[in-house]
């Protein structure tokens, strides 16, 4: 597993790695917390499998599989049919996910850097220079923060971070400092001009390491949606150039010390001509984020939907590139949604966000979270450095597992972008309340009512309950799913809607603090990702998460301490691509071996 600090595996996460992988949504933790190979293919999303089972079937599966309800005649793990082609009546294709992850994990664990040498060393093998000025503060800054040093774990940085080394310092620097939302650090004090509450927070979190940092300007994008949108065939030219241009210089012609900068605007980069942003309000998203993916994709190659007022079609053969025998093997290649060109009616950040500002221009913009084909650097979202009670919950977290409810919990906003009555069938949040509700699955069984935004799972995995024709009935046993909010997109209808209301109830709201009295927290994204992650993994209830945005945490554990560790590493590397003398930068001992 990836956890960054010493302590011992706390039992939930050991028991979570025995039950992942059996269906989409678990093949994914199990690729995150069983740490999966870190494959940095641009994109990131989740398989065409999650979308359509996303994650009731998912739900469904592993209920069947991995529980068994007291009373339940559906849910006896025992009898468990396995008729995986190949692998006989003892092996279930999670056997195999679980003993790589385990064998990948160990492997990388053993590559753990216990000195300054080491890590350097690991460093030049793995990124093909010499670390940054500082490397040597930041490694005893991560030892003292117990952090366990893996050259993998930092691979979204260099991901990142690459195609801006084929772009002049100059207009790095510049960019970042003629932005409007931005965070200035000035010798060794972080500080900014906006008042956004977003803001605020990511200065608090930059403030705990300001005094490790050199001069630089951050840009910040305070928007829920990502915002850079380069297109692939540019993206590839450029980090096919930075990586032409990779070198490690002679000791003697390193540079070893940040400059100082002047005030923004005052540097001798103000008189460099950088590239015009435009910036686009195109509401159908997919139009722009399928421009970061490859020419040949289906992506780009597949006609554009339009028509939203339908029931979506879902079609597993677009999720087989990254399947094995029914299952996600390879997650990296799953939250590619280049390959998965029916998910553009299928999540409601391609139908419509809640608000849309992109462009083609790469400039040096820190966010959040991003999309497969997002261009922006990541930083820990503030909501995670913030701690919310309405995200990580107050109390409750601790309870014995053996204590909670053999149930399924969920309360949330009908979010994901703009839902309106000709596309709400289309949106994530909406499809996955419907595939968790035994009434509607009982009424599509008995073929009385068409789903009229989800499908029923596959046959293919060959459900008790769904054979006797009583898979609502075993679902209506253990799920408790429902909305709190309609989020209607017509004005006046407070937490109801006109033209849902017929298909969903709504409910009041749960503290975090019962929903962890609760086994399984299924985690679904809104308009972007879901600030809930936190809170649901430092409890001991089960995740089960559905996302297609990535994080920086996609390698590592949540702590405060590893959110700093993470942010001092990236921002010398950007203190460095974002400097002329680059190129013949490095930290002088540490060059030098010592």
Not at 56 to 67: E, K, M, N, S
Not at 376 to 384: G, K, N, T, V
Not at 545 to 551: D, N, S, V
Not at 567 to 593: K, M, N
């Amino acid at each position: 597993m990836f956890f960054c600090s010493r302590e011992p595996l706390p039992p939930w996460l050991l028991f979570l790695a025995t039950l992942d992988a059996r269906v989409r949504g678990y093949a994914q933790l199990i690729r995150h917390i069983l740490l999966s190979p870190f494959k940095m293919a641009f994109p990131r999303r989740p398989s065409a499998f999650l979308r359509y089972l996303v994650p009731a079937a998912l739900i469904l599966c592993v209920f069947y599989v991995l529980t068994g309800q007291p009373g339940s005649e559906f849910a006896t793990v025992q009898k468990f049919p396995r008729p995986w082609a190949g692998l006989g009546t003892q092996k279930h294709p999670i056997d195999y996910l679980i003993a790589n992850a385990e064998k990948e994990f160990a492997s990388k664990i053993s590559r753990e850097s216990k000195t300054i040498s080491e890590a350097a060393a690991a460093y030049r093998q793995r990124r093909g220079r010499h670390p940054p000025p500082g490397f040597d503060k930041w490694f005893k800054f991560a030892q003292e923060k117990n952090a366990v040093i893996v050259e993998d774990f930092w691979d979204q940085i260099y991901h990142d971070l690459e195609p801006f080394w084929a772009l002049e310092a100059q207009r790095i620097r510049k960019d970042a400092w003629d932005f409007e939302m931005r965070i200035e650090v000035r010798d060794g004090k972080a500080s900014s001009g906006s008042d956004w509450f977003w803001t605020k927070i990511w200065l608090k979190m930059i403030g705990t390491v300001e005094g490790l940092l050199p001069d630089m300007d951050i840009a910040l994008n305070a928007m829920d949606e990502p915002r850079l949108v380069v297109p692939w065939e540019e993206i590839d030219e450029l980090v096919t150039k930075a990586g032409q241009e990779k070198k490690m210089v002679a000791p003697g012609e390193v540079a070893s010390e940040f400059e100082r900068l002047g005030k923004p605007g005052e540097g001798p980069e103000k008189d460099f001509q950088t590239p015009k942003k435009v910036w686009e309000g195109e509401k159908h998203y997919w139009l722009i984020a399928r421009r970061g993916c490859p020419p040949t994709s289906l992506a780009r190659q597949s006609p554009v939907i339009t028509d939203f007022n339908r029931t979506p079609l879902i079609k597993s053969s677009f999720a087989l590139p990254h399947m094995t025998e029914g299952y996600v093997s390879n997650y990296t290649l799953s939250t590619d949604f280049c390959h998965q060109s029916d998910l553009q009616a299928l999540e409601g950040v391609f139908v419509e966000p809640l608000s849309v500002s992109a462009t083609k221009t790469l400039f040096p913009m820190f966010g959040g979270s991003k999309l497969a084909v997002n261009n922006e650097i990541l930083l820990p979202a503030p909501m995670y450095w913030n701690e919310e009670e309405r995200f990580m919950g107050s109390q409750g977290a601790d309870i014995p597992w053996a204590e909670k409810q053999d149930s399924v919990i969920w309360r949330g906003v009908a979010t994901g972008g703009k839902n309106k009555e000709d596309n709400w069938r289309s949106f994530q949040r909406h499809r996955f309340v419907a595939m968790n509700n035994g009434s509607k699955i009982t009424l599509a069984e008995e073929k009385k009512l068409e789903p009229v935004n989800f499908a029923l799972p596959p046959k293919a995995y060959d459900l008790k309950a769904q054979k006797k024709g009583k898979l609502g009935e075993w679902v209506s046993q253990w799920s408790d799913v429902q909305f709190i909010d309609l989020m209607c997109g017509y004005k006046g209808q407070h937490a109801r809607c006109n033209y849902t209301d017929e298909h969903f109830e709504i409910t009041k709201g749960m503290p975090m603090a019962e929903q962890f009295q609760n086994k399984y927290l299924p985690d679904i994204d809104g308009n972007s990702f879901s600030g809930r992650y936190l809170g649901f993994l430092r409890s001991t209830s089960l995740p089960i998460k559905a996302t297609l945005w990535r994080e920086w945490h996609d390698s590592r554990v949540l702590r405060k301490e590893d959110m700093q560790v993470y942010v001092l590493r990236l921002l010398l590397e950007y203190a460095r691509v974002s400097d002329p003398r680059r190129g013949r930068w490095g930290g002088l001992g540490i060059c030098l071996g010592r």
